[in-house]
């Protein structure tokens, strides 16, 4: 089964985001490293759930715009009607 994960884009960096793991984002400067930073992250994140923990491959199913408070200091800031339309589209 795979992970959908979306974008949020700032001036300086993005964030990929696991809309079905809550908390398991991560930061770089370009879309591919965000992700590749997502993978290198996944046996950390997996240590924290009490969970069984398969997130399988990554499907990107959109992207949004960040802001300058959110996206520059490492946290995500998606609203939530930004969210519900990712979801819609998959």
């Known amino acids: 089964m795979a992970t959908r994960v979306y ?3 700032g001036k ?3 964030f990929a985001a696991a809309i079905d793991w809550p908390g398991w984002c ?3 400067k370009s ?5 590749e930073a997502l ?3 996944q046996g ?4 924290v759930l009490s969970m069984p923990f398969k997130p399988g491959t ?5 992207a949004v715009p960040g802001n300058a408070t959110r996206t520059s200091v490492l946290r995500t800031g998606t609203r939530r009607g930004t969210m519900r339309q990712l ?3 998959t």
């Open 58 to 62: 990554f499907e990107v199913v959109g």
């Open 39 to 41: 993978l290198d992250y």
């Open 26 to 28: 991560r930061r770089a």
């Open 31 to 35: 879309r591919d490293a965000a992700l």
């Open 7 to 9: 974008f949020e884009e």
């Open 12 to 14: 300086s960096s993005v």
């Open 44 to 47: 950390r994140y997996a240590a």
């Open 87 to 89: 979801l819609l589209k």
